[in-house]
Protein backbone atom coordinates (compact mmCIF):
# COMPACT_ATOMS: atom_id res chain seq x y z
CA UNK A 1 0.00 0.00 0.00
CA UNK A 2 3.07 2.37 0.98
CA UNK A 3 4.46 1.66 -2.02
CA UNK A 4 1.28 2.20 -4.61
CA UNK A 5 1.50 5.51 -2.32
CA UNK A 6 4.57 6.57 -3.06
CA UNK A 7 4.17 5.82 -6.98
CA UNK A 8 1.49 7.43 -7.05
CA UNK A 9 3.05 10.47 -5.56
CA UNK A 10 6.04 9.97 -8.38
CA UNK A 11 3.56 9.91 -11.38
CA UNK A 12 1.41 12.88 -10.02
CA UNK A 13 4.88 14.82 -9.20
CA UNK A 14 5.67 14.03 -12.84
CA UNK A 15 2.60 14.71 -14.45
CA UNK A 16 2.65 18.00 -12.74
CA UNK A 17 5.97 18.97 -14.00
CA UNK A 18 6.59 17.45 -17.03
CA UNK A 19 3.66 17.37 -18.84
CA UNK A 20 1.75 20.67 -17.49
CA UNK A 21 5.02 22.28 -16.55
CA UNK A 22 3.66 23.82 -12.97
CA UNK A 23 6.06 24.66 -10.50
CA UNK A 24 3.24 24.38 -7.49
CA UNK A 25 1.22 22.11 -6.14
CA UNK A 26 -2.09 23.79 -4.66
CA UNK A 27 -3.45 22.67 -1.47
CA UNK A 28 -6.64 23.26 0.53
CA UNK A 29 -10.01 24.33 -0.31
CA UNK A 30 -12.15 27.76 -0.54
CA UNK A 31 -14.00 28.77 2.64
CA UNK A 32 -16.47 30.92 0.52
CA UNK A 33 -15.08 33.94 2.46
CA UNK A 34 -15.96 36.22 -0.52
CA UNK A 35 -12.38 38.22 0.40
CA UNK A 36 -11.26 37.51 -3.39
CA UNK A 37 -14.27 39.15 -5.00
CA UNK A 38 -13.82 42.32 -3.03
CA UNK A 39 -11.05 44.76 -4.13
CA UNK A 40 -9.82 42.90 -7.10
CA UNK A 41 -6.86 43.79 -9.44
CA UNK A 42 -6.92 43.01 -12.77
CA UNK A 43 -3.89 42.01 -14.88
CA UNK A 44 -3.50 42.04 -18.56
CA UNK A 45 -1.11 40.44 -20.57
CA UNK A 46 0.88 40.05 -17.45
CA UNK A 47 0.68 43.74 -16.04
CA UNK A 48 -1.61 45.13 -13.88
CA UNK A 49 -4.35 47.66 -15.37
CA UNK A 50 -2.79 50.98 -14.22
CA UNK A 51 -5.00 53.64 -15.49
CA UNK A 52 -8.92 53.75 -15.93
CA UNK A 53 -8.20 54.73 -19.81
CA UNK A 54 -6.30 51.69 -19.82
CA UNK A 55 -9.10 49.74 -19.07
CA UNK A 56 -11.37 51.50 -21.23
CA UNK A 57 -9.21 50.51 -24.36
CA UNK A 58 -9.04 46.80 -23.31
CA UNK A 59 -12.68 46.78 -22.70
CA UNK A 60 -13.33 47.66 -25.82
CA UNK A 61 -10.96 45.40 -27.60
CA UNK A 62 -11.85 42.69 -25.18
CA UNK A 63 -15.13 41.22 -25.75
CA UNK A 64 -14.46 39.30 -22.21
CA UNK A 65 -17.69 39.51 -20.20
CA UNK A 66 -16.19 39.73 -16.66
CA UNK A 67 -14.47 43.15 -17.61
CA UNK A 68 -18.17 44.28 -17.84
CA UNK A 69 -19.24 43.76 -14.53
CA UNK A 70 -16.02 45.57 -12.95
CA UNK A 71 -15.99 49.05 -12.22
CA UNK A 72 -12.48 50.63 -10.55
CA UNK A 73 -13.19 52.09 -7.12
CA UNK A 74 -9.43 53.08 -6.23
CA UNK A 75 -6.16 53.12 -7.23
CA UNK A 76 -2.80 51.87 -5.17
CA UNK A 77 1.12 51.73 -6.00
CA UNK A 78 0.13 48.02 -7.96
CA UNK A 79 -2.63 49.27 -10.21
CA UNK A 80 -6.30 49.99 -10.34
CA UNK A 81 -8.68 47.88 -7.77
CA UNK A 82 -12.02 46.89 -9.06
CA UNK A 83 -15.18 46.06 -7.27
CA UNK A 84 -17.61 43.40 -9.04
CA UNK A 85 -21.12 44.05 -9.51
CA UNK A 86 -22.11 40.26 -9.09
CA UNK A 87 -20.71 40.16 -5.70
CA UNK A 88 -23.24 39.89 -2.63
CA UNK A 89 -21.69 42.02 0.21
CA UNK A 90 -24.02 41.24 2.37
CA UNK A 91 -23.56 37.70 1.80
CA UNK A 92 -20.03 37.65 0.69
CA UNK A 93 -21.08 35.37 -1.86
CA UNK A 94 -21.21 35.53 -5.68
CA UNK A 95 -24.97 36.41 -7.24
CA UNK A 96 -24.00 34.04 -10.05
CA UNK A 97 -21.79 31.41 -8.82
CA UNK A 98 -22.40 28.71 -10.67
CA UNK A 99 -22.17 31.19 -13.89
CA UNK A 100 -18.93 32.69 -12.80
CA UNK A 101 -16.60 33.29 -15.45
CA UNK A 102 -13.50 30.80 -15.62
CA UNK A 103 -10.94 33.60 -14.45
CA UNK A 104 -12.86 33.11 -10.92
CA UNK A 105 -13.40 29.18 -10.80
CA UNK A 106 -10.01 29.18 -11.33
CA UNK A 107 -8.89 31.56 -8.78
CA UNK A 108 -6.16 31.39 -7.19
CA UNK A 109 -3.97 29.91 -10.24
CA UNK A 110 -0.44 29.29 -10.04
CA UNK A 111 -0.23 31.84 -12.65
CA UNK A 112 -1.48 34.69 -10.77
CA UNK A 113 0.54 33.29 -7.39
CA UNK A 114 4.16 33.09 -9.88
CA UNK A 115 3.20 37.05 -11.07
CA UNK A 116 3.21 38.15 -7.13
CA UNK A 117 -0.19 38.14 -6.19
CA UNK A 118 -0.95 37.41 -2.43
CA UNK A 119 -3.95 35.56 -1.19
CA UNK A 120 -6.49 36.76 0.66
CA UNK A 121 -5.34 36.25 4.82
CA UNK A 122 -7.72 33.93 5.35
CA UNK A 123 -7.83 32.03 1.82
CA UNK A 124 -8.30 28.35 2.15
CA UNK A 125 -5.62 27.91 -0.43
CA UNK A 126 -1.44 27.69 -0.10
CA UNK A 127 0.88 26.87 -2.68
CA UNK A 128 4.09 24.96 -2.37
CA UNK A 129 6.93 24.14 -4.60
CA UNK A 130 6.75 20.48 -6.45
CA UNK A 131 10.01 20.40 -5.91
CA UNK A 132 11.67 21.11 -3.03
CA UNK A 133 14.56 22.83 -3.02
CA UNK A 134 16.89 20.26 -0.90
CA UNK A 135 15.89 18.27 -4.43
CA UNK A 136 16.78 21.38 -6.79
CA UNK A 137 19.76 21.98 -4.91
CA UNK A 138 20.88 17.93 -5.61
CA UNK A 139 20.21 17.94 -9.18
CA UNK A 140 22.09 21.03 -10.05
CA UNK A 141 25.17 19.54 -7.79
CA UNK A 142 24.49 16.02 -10.52
CA UNK A 143 24.87 18.70 -13.02
CA UNK A 144 28.82 19.33 -15.16
CA UNK A 145 30.40 21.96 -14.40
CA UNK A 146 30.74 23.84 -18.06
CA UNK A 147 34.45 25.16 -18.44
CA UNK A 148 33.75 28.89 -19.89
CA UNK A 149 37.48 29.00 -20.43
CA UNK A 150 37.64 26.14 -23.46
CA UNK A 151 34.20 26.16 -25.12
CA UNK A 152 35.49 22.71 -27.10
CA UNK A 153 35.14 20.77 -23.83
CA UNK A 154 32.02 21.67 -23.46
CA UNK A 155 31.04 19.86 -26.90
CA UNK A 156 29.25 16.45 -26.49
S1 LIG B 1 -18.04 37.20 -10.94
FE1 LIG B 1 -18.58 36.35 -8.95
S2 LIG B 1 -16.81 35.09 -8.39
FE2 LIG B 1 -16.13 36.49 -10.00
S3 LIG B 1 -15.29 38.29 -8.92
FE3 LIG B 1 -17.44 38.69 -9.38
S4 LIG B 1 -18.51 38.07 -7.53
FE4 LIG B 1 -16.51 37.11 -7.47
S1 LIG C 1 -10.26 34.25 -0.73
FE1 LIG C 1 -9.83 32.05 -0.93
S2 LIG C 1 -11.19 31.07 0.57
FE2 LIG C 1 -11.97 33.15 0.22
S3 LIG C 1 -13.50 32.93 -1.40
FE3 LIG C 1 -11.56 33.44 -2.39
S4 LIG C 1 -10.65 31.44 -2.92
FE4 LIG C 1 -12.27 31.07 -1.40
Redesign the pocket.
Known amino acids: MILHKKIFEKLKKYYHLRILKRKYFRY ?10 ENIYIKHKNKTIKTKEEFEKIKQKDNYSFYQHITPISKDEFGLIFACDKFDKEKKLCKEHKKRPSICKN ?2 SEEIFKMGAQ ?2 D ?4 YFEPIEKFSEVFKKTLKKPIKNFSNPEENKY
Do not use: F, I, Q, V
Not at 28 to 37: E, H, L, N, Q
Not at 122 to 125: E, F, I, P, T
Open positions: GKCRMCGGCCYPLKNCGY
